[in-house]
């Protein structure tokens, strides 16, 4: 089992070394027994972000369900802090309720530690979010990082100064002093091999008391040896600060960090510089591609060579799939890019590869590639952001990339973000603008799978409306499968086929290959199979099946999968049926697509009662209920689906025993998710 599994947190792995603050490690860990919310707070550069990681590591067993890191760093809005925060927990977001509202519910019954990265950009929002957190979750722990207090009441502060500079009267010795330990490391990394003398060493400690021990400065310093030696260095560093001012003590430590900045950009090459500035238009992650997508030029051929360098001179943190920028060079790029007259053309362009990049992903879902497809969203979530936050709300471009996005909305559980960009640019949208339709039906998707059936209905109406008067059929059988599910959810099973039926014509008449025509057969597949005409929804559901596989396409086949499950237990097929069952559960857990790996449990639970198996059955409901409520699930309540789980619980009890049910069913409940899906495909 991986060491640190998904499901119970995200803590980035160390790319470099940790050196000194131990200290204030242990005492971030002390101020956690004593408070709920311990904001670490300091200047920038002095590694704040590095403090309240390492804490969280060192007190990870503490917290049964996890240790999450929200990264806010290059985030504007605080109208979403709390569907990051769901996003990040893994809490799918199918209520209509205020999603703060169900983030603090969901929290309410959870040990987890919490940590909010970079909270300065949105204070406001962290203060009001953390302080509805605290007061309705007593087992859940805040850590805050900050220029600034958070300002809730019973906020326990860790202040962080810069490192103690060398003395400069006593002899150098590296293992005494944390900012020349932190030098040497980098400049290690830097240049390896490297071997200071002892002149070398007082040159080292030079720097270091130059740069006021500020963390980031000194890292920033000796990412730059590989340019020259380090006495010289050191004595070009001691003419820049003397030109800045002849009195030491009128040079703040903001202005010694920017001064580093400022001189590290001087030594860059002119193209390092320019790509520096550049990259300031990302916000987040951002990959390779991304960077020459919307970076690259003539004057920039060899845009991965030079991410490469930058990185290695500390100007880029690398993170896995690509790289992000600290705030403090990111907005000295913003600076010089400014200063370029660059920055609305590298806007533009950043715009635009986002866009493409929703269209790829949706072009791309029906096929091989969805985990990647899934993992690239997630992955550049925080620039689609900056996307959908910038220019109109309404402009063709937002409409387009909203509705192209309903993967990320509907598919990877990300709801109530995706209404609130919808809603916007639908209210804003011309009414003759070619993406409404998609925007509408992609809306009225989301709606649905929030339980907001009314809402659905209403916009899928409207778009299949708008689309057939445009002609667009695409967009009319996207739209009459919303239709179809909404009659599926109220039970008006008469209509699902006719409705479906229409669907595949309007797809035939665009001439296209979409997941939804497979989506599509299962919806009717399961219209079938709640009336009771199992062989029926087994032809229709092998009929999807071929053309998920003639795609290489996986989401859509395991919901097939898992419908057929019950099919075939319908005819008593039970073999067939739990094989089913487990491709599906298989699948889904590949693509971390937690409701459907709970149903796909629940399902395994059915049939192991059907086959006189008390004690699988007990536990696979008991694993199965420890995933509903890890991930904030909505239960299905109609009764097609909720009958056979009550059904089978009485059997195992019969066949138990009251005492030994309850025994099994806390043994499930107690595995982890990784345990309980190994154990389901497993025996």
């Known amino acids: 089992m991986e060491r640190n599994p998904w499901w119970r947190g995200n803590l980035p792995a160390e790319t470099s070394s940790f050196v000194g603050r131990e200290t204030e490690v242990r005492e971030l860990v002390k101020l956690l027994d004593e408070a709920s919310l311990a904001t670490v707070t300091g200047p920038e550069g002095v590694g704040k972000s590095r403090i309240a990681v390492k804490a969280a590591e060192e007190c990870r067993d503490t917290y049964l369900d996890g240790v999450w890191l929200v990264e806010l760093s290059g985030e504007s809005n605080g109208d979403l802090l709390a569907h990051m925060v769901a996003a990040v927990l893994g809490l799918r977001e199918e209520s209509t309720r205020s999603q703060t509202e169900v983030l603090v519910e969901f929290l309410s019954r959870k040990r987890l530690l919490l940590l909010l990265d970079t909270c300065e950009r949105l204070l406001p929002a962290c203060r009001a979010l953390a302080g509805r957190i605290l007061a309705g979750a007593p087992g859940v722990r805040i850590i805050a990082t900050s220029r600034r207090p958070l300002g809730v009441d019973g906020e326990a502060l860790l202040p962080v100064e810069p490192f103690r500079p060398p003395d400069p009267t006593g002899v150098v010795r590296a293992e005494s002093n944390d900012a020349l330990r932190l030098f040497l490391d980098r400049a290690e990394a830097a ?45 070009r560093l001691d003419g820049r600060f003397a030109a800045l001012s002849a009195n030491r003590a009128l040079v703040s430590q903001q202005q010694t960090l920017r001064t580093a900045v400022a001189w590290t950009h001087e030594l860059c090459t002119p193209a390092e510089r320019l790509l520096w500035a550049r990259l300031s238009v990302f916000a987040g992650n951002f990959d390779t591609e991304a960077a020459v997508w919307v970076c690259g030029d003539e004057h920039l051929p060899d845009v991965p060579g030079l991410l490469a360098v930058l990185a290695g001179k500390s100007l880029l943190i690398r993170v896995p799939g690509g790289y992000r920028q600290l705030d403090t060079i990111r907005e000295y790029g913003r600076e010089r890019l400014l200063a370029l007259g660059d920055a609305e053309r590298l806007a533009e362009r950043h715009r635009c590869y986002y866009l493409d990049l929703a269209r790829r992903a949706d072009a791309g879902w029906y096929g091989p590639d969805q985990e990647q497809w899934a993992r690239r969203l997630n992955f550049a979530i925080t620039n689609l952001r900056v996307v959908l936050d910038s220019g109109a709300p309404g402009g063709p471009l937002s409409v387009e990339i909203a509705g192209a996005l309903w993967i990320l909305w509907f598919c990877l559980g990300r709801l109530r973000e995706g209404r609130y960009y919808m809603k916007r640019a639908i209210e804003a949208a011309s009414p003759t603008d070619p993406g409404l339709p998609k925007l509408l039906w992609a809306d009225g998707c989301v709606a649905m799978a929030q339980g907001d059936l009314e809402s659905g209905r209403r916009r899928a109406e409207t778009a299949l409306a708008v689309a057939l008067q445009w002609g667009d059929h695409e967009a009319a059988g996207h739209a009459q499968l919303r239709l179809a599910v909404r009659a599926l959810c109220v039970g008006a099973l008469e209509e699902v086929e006719p409705a479906v039926r229409r669907v595949r014509e309007y797809f035939r008449r665009a001439q296209i290959m979409t997941v939804s025509e497979p989506l599509a057969l299962v919806t009717a597949a399961m219209a079938v199979t709640w009336r009771g005409d199992f062989a029926r929804a087994i032809t229709i559901l092998e009929e999807a099946q071929g053309l998920c596989e003639s795609h290489g396409e996986r989401w859509a086949r395991a919901t097939g999968d898992y419908v057929l499950s019950i099919a075939q237990l319908g005819l008593g097929r039970l073999e067939e049926a739990e094989q089913a069952a487990r491709r599906s559960l298989a699948a889904k857990w590949r693509l971390r697509d937690t409701t459907g790996v709970a149903l796909a449990l629940d399902q395994l639970a059915v049939i192991a009662a059907v086959q006189g198996d008390g004690y699988r059955t007990a536990r696979l409901q008991g694993a199965g209920m420890r995933l509903w409520a890890a991930f904030g699930l909505r239960g299905f309540g109609s009764e097609g689906m909720s009958e056979p789980r009550t059904v089978a619980e009485r059997t195992a009890r019969q066949l138990l025993g009251d005492d030994t049910y309850d025994a099994v069913f806390a043994e499930g409940h107690d595995d982890d998710p990784d345990s309980a899906v190994a154990y389901a495909l497993d025996h």
């Open 191 to 235: 240049v390896p091999g490297l071997n200071l003398d002892d002149g070398g060493l007082a040159a080292a400690a030079r720097i270091c008391r130059r740069l006021d021990g500020i963390p980031l400065a000194v890292e920033l310093a000796a990412g730059q040896l590989g340019t020259m030696p380090v006495e010289p260095f050191a004595e």
